[in-house]
């Protein structure tokens, strides 16, 4: 049993779903298992981080995210290279991260994680020394990723039209990618640095991606026309992109990456600026979080069908429980 408070962190503007109660629910939830909590809402970009800091210095026995990828990712920042584990409640769009790991994405059963007190150490990864925890972007999924942070809207059918928009005129480009010490130069639709398998919403750009092994998986998708790159997507959704022929996979723990344009990359599906040149490297171990203490081995169509099912069932749960 927890023997001191928690501590939560809420957005309550993450995702496309009201959060009116949800507090309420979190902390009633908790005091079934005996564990008292308290909670801080945040009102703009960097609070969450801001507010884990001062939970770690304070002594708070654990700091809870309850928002999406972004609030997440944020609150991990702060947890990085401390002994102070990270809960996660899926609130979000995506939820990249919580996927991976196999945290249901339903607030009260995601809580339910929380109270068994497993912690996994898992990897996290820096991208010219900014930290990420599922994916760092160059290509096409950065471009997405500006196009659809301008949409003025969240959820997955802005994200859809955004990604339709980008692809009609989306040229690649060459990349210079050093893994390890090894170069290699590779003209690309997209380059990926993951340290967790999905990107979000059951999209498995690396399903064999493991955020225990202290190694990034990058994941080249190479320049093609319309149609081939379109069955690359249509397998990040049946989880068969290792076996498409557009696919190149190169595994390391320190990755260069250069190109000639400017443009944006992502972390964690966040634009960000990066210059020409990107320096990426894994930390291994550095992050606990609280995890099931069993999780599915991956297996194409299989998985993602049982993944989706599983959406599905909270969704509607969550819709007729009100």
């Not at 902390?27 to 770690?56: K, N, P, Q, S, Y």
């Not at 995506?94 to 790991?101: E, K, Q, Y």
């Not at 950065?142 to 994200?159: E, H, M, N, P």
């Amino acid at each position: 049993m927890f023997r001191h408070r928690l501590f939560l962190i809420v957005n309550p503007i993450s995702g496309t779903c009201s959060k009116k109660g949800v507090v309420e629910k979190i902390e009633t939830r908790f005091r079934r298992h005996g564990i008292e909590i308290d909670t801080a809402l945040t009102t703009g970009c960097g609070d969450a981080t801001r507010l884990a800091r001062e939970a770690v210095e304070k002594g708070y026995r654990a700091v809870l995210a309850c928002g999406g990828d972004g609030t997440v990712n944020e609150t991990a920042r702060a947890m990085c290279d401390t002994d102070i584990p990270l809960g996660i409640i899926p609130a979000g769009s995506g939820n990249g991260l919580a996927r991976h790991l196999g945290i249901p994405i339903d607030i009260l059963t995601s809580v339910d994680v929380i109270s068994r007190e497993h912690v996994t150490p898992c990897d996290y990864a820096t991208a010219n020394g900014r930290p990420f925890f599922c994916t760092f972007g160059w290509g096409f999924d950065a471009a997405v990723s500006d196009r659809f942070a301008r949409a003025g809207k969240r959820g997955l059918i802005t994200y859809l039209n955004s990604a339709i928009e980008e692809y009609k005129d989306y040229q690649g480009e060459e990349y210079s990618i050093n893994v390890d010490g090894v170069a290699h130069t590779r003209k690309a639709f997209l380059v990926a640095c993951c340290n967790a398998s999905q990107y979000g919403n059951n999209a498995f750009i690396a399903p064999q991606a493991s955020i225990k092994d202290g190694l990034l998986d990058v994941i080249i998708i190479k320049d093609a026309d319309h149609l081939r790159t379109l069955l690359v997507g249509i397998d990040m959704l049946t989880g068969m992109i290792p076996h498409n022929s557009q696919i190149e996979k190169l595994r390391g723990r320190h990755i260069v990456i250069t190109r000639n344009s400017n443009g944006p990359a992502h972390l964690d599906g966040e634009p960000i600026e990066m210059g020409t040149v990107a320096d990426i490297k894994c930390i291994h171990g550095a992050l606990k979080i609280f995890t099931p203490q069993k999780k599915m081995r991956f297996m194409p169509f299989v998985t993602p069908m049982i993944y989706t099912f599983r959406d599905w069932h909270f969704a509607l749960r969550n819709l007729v429980s009100g």
